[in-house]
């Protein structure tokens, strides 16, 4: 297991997968990332799972570059942010399989929850699929807080700050850290 926090800079790593790799990447405070997993030996995995929380002014940057570069490769990302205030995202995401990685299956999602008014979320998933042989799938969303969520929480006695809290973490809470 690989655990990365984003920092206030700017950060690149490069991970060679071998066998199987879970990956979590934190950010808290705004920041810069550039991840390359390189998936390159026959049956390797690797998981990637992030939550990025934008306050204030936080801004991120964050490009994950998934390369499959042997056969019966597996990678899963998903990255999750809740952005208030002024913060923002840009997000690029590729998938990348060879022509000899045959029989692999990759998936990249990225889910967002804009809290905020001003704030700002770019997401751009690609593919980049040389093999004629694989699974491959890309997806964002981008939703606000539901009205009638709220409404029925704060029904029930819960605060409105409360209420939005637990919302929150419901929609990150699919990612255990």
């Known amino acids: 297991m690989i655990k990365l926090e984003i920092g206030k800079g700017y950060e690149k790593e490069k991970i060679i997968v071998s066998k199987n790799e879970e990956i979590y990447v934190?950010?808290?405070?705004?920041?810069?990332?550039?991840?390359?997993?390189?998936?390159?030996?026959?049956?390797?995995?690797?998981?990637?799972?992030?939550?990025?929380?934008?306050?204030?002014?936080?801004?991120?940057?964050?490009?994950?570059?998934?390369?499959?570069?042997?056969p019966n490769t597996n990678s899963r990302v998903h990255l999750k942010g809740v952005f208030m205030d002024s913060s923002s995202m840009d997000f690029f995401g590729m998938i990348n399989i060879?022509?000899?990685?045959?029989?692999?299956?990759?998936?990249?999602?990225?889910?967002?929850?804009?809290?905020?008014?001003?704030?700002?979320?770019?997401?751009s998933p690609q593919l980049e699929i040389k093999a004629d042989d694989v699974k491959a799938s890309h997806g964002v969303t981008i939703s606000t807080i539901d009205d009638e969520h709220m409404y029925y929480l704060m029904s029930r006695g819960i605060s409105f700050s409360d209420s939005r809290?637990?919302?929150?973490?419901?929609?990150?809470?699919?990612?255990?850290?």
């Open 165 to 177: 809290d637990l919302l929150i973490e419901g929609f990150i809470n699919e990612i255990k850290l």
């Open 26 to 70: 934190v950010g808290n405070s705004g920041g810069s990332l550039d991840l390359e997993v390189i998936l390159e030996k026959e049956g390797a995995s690797a998981n990637i799972y992030g939550i990025v929380i934008g306050r204030g002014n936080d801004s991120y940057k964050i490009r994950t570059t998934s390369f499959h570069n042997a």
């Open 98 to 123: 060879d022509k000899v990685a045959q029989l692999s299956d990759a998936y990249l999602k990225n889910d967002n929850l804009m809290i905020g008014e001003d704030c700002r979320v770019n997401s």
